[in-house]
């Protein structure tokens, strides 16, 4: 019930969401206040998804709605496209309800794993996969956007070069979001994963997905950046790093990786597009580092990282 004793009510936006603004609407919408968002794939047209999120109708009048118009609006400029159309389609609560977990199903990623949201069991067709339960609606990250999927998979492959176990790795998870990624990797056999994000939203996902999978012993969680990820790993740089993060911030990370991820140890970078990969590529060969493209979906790319000390 709202303070005025009517049963809440809810708006659904819905916006035809080029590939190029995906991350950036992932990103965005959270630190707006807007957790309950979901991608649905659209078979007609694979490149172009939709996004749906779900806003409680009291706190998004039209003066709001439309101000969230104006502030979305510049997040298409750097890619010199329009800002699609906001479609608003008011829902009442049993629909809300019904309609964001639809949204949410079972997802086998890669070979091994299932990324499973929090109120289902695994279905009898994967019952022999490795489950992470992800309790969405908080942070950036349940498997379905591709960058996040790269990882995965990157990941179940690195297991596999291994004999089908990370095990005795420690891991670094810089820029967690709902922490899927760490996850993964324990639940791939590795021995820790330390995880920080900027994001504090972000950092409690992690925690409580963590406690959800009985895997908040291994995993340790705080908020910041790469110095705090620094201090979580006790100056012991980790043997694999994940971070999945837009090009930019990969560069400006560059030098510092060092602290992060120690020499001989791997890391898998995602968050760029294709097209960024070679800028990218140039930035890291500069701090030391050997990159490169190792697998791409749709737009996206996963890139390898070595210390070229390593490679050499
Ligand atoms: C694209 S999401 C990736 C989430 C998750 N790791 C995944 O793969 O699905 C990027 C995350 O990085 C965080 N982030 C952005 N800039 C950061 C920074 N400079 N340091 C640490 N985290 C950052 C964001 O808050 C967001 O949760």
């Known amino acids: 019930m709202?303070?005025?004793?009517?049963p809440p009510s809810w708006w659904r936006l819905e916006l035809v969401c080029p590939p190029e603004l995906e991350e950036s609407l992932l990103w965005k919408l959270p630190i707006l206040g807007i957790r309950r968002v979901a991608l649905q794939h659209r078979p007609e047209a694979p490149e172009q998804r939709r996004l749906?999120?779900?806003?409680?109708?009291?706190?998004?009048?039209?003066?709001?709605?439309?101000?969230?118009?104006?502030?979305?609006?510049?997040?298409?400029e750097p890619f010199g496209l329009p800002f699609p159309e906001l479609q608003w389609h008011h829902q009442e609560e049993e629909d809300w309800n019904l309609s964001w977990k639809q949204h949410w199903q079972?997802?086998?990623?890669?070979e091994r794993l299932l990324v499973l949201p929090a109120w289902l069991e695994p279905p009898e067709e994967h019952a022999d996969r490795l489950v992470i339960r992800m309790?969405?609606?908080?942070?950036?990250?349940?498997?379905?956007?591709?960058?996040?999927?790269l990882c995965l998979e990157a990941l179940e492959q690195m297991a596999a070069g291994r004999g089908g176990s990370l095990a005795g790795l420690r891991v670094a998870d810089l820029g967690c979001g709902t922490g899927v990624l760490g996850l993964a990797a324990l639940r791939l056999g590795a021995a820790?994963?330390?995880?920080?994000?900027?994001?504090?939203?972000?950092v409690r996902a992690t925690a409580e997905n963590a406690c959800l999978n009985g895997l908040d012993g291994p995993l340790q969680v705080a908020l910041g950046s790469l110095e705090v990820l620094e201090e979580l790993l006790e100056a012991r740089p980790a043997d694999l790093l994940?971070?999945?993060?837009l090009a930019p911030v990969l560069e400006a990370f560059a030098p510092g990786f060092t602290r992060v991820l120690a020499p001989g140890g791997e890391g898998l970078l995602s968050g760029l597009l294709v097209a960024?990969?070679?800028?990218?590529?140039?930035?890291?060969?500069?701090?030391?580092?050997?990159?490169?493209?190792?697998?791409?979906?749709?737009r996206w790319g996963l890139m390898t990282l070595r210390a070229t000390a390593d490679v050499a």
Do not use: K, M
């Open 242 to 245: 994940l971070c999945n993060i």
């Open 192 to 202: 820790s994963v330390a995880a920080v994000d900027t994001d504090a939203v972000a």
């Open 276 to 298: 960024q990969a070679p800028r990218l590529e140039g930035a890291l060969a500069a701090a030391g580092w050997t990159a490169a493209l190792a697998a791409r979906e749709e």
């Open 52 to 76: 749906l999120a779900w806003l409680p109708a009291c706190d998004w009048p039209e003066i709001q709605r439309s101000e969230l118009a104006a502030t979305l609006a510049p997040l298409a």
């Open 135 to 149: 309790d969405p609606g908080s942070a950036f990250g349940t498997g379905s956007h591709p960058t996040t999927r």
């Open 106 to 110: 079972a997802d086998p990623v890669g």
């Open 2 to 6: 709202d303070s005025r004793g009517a």
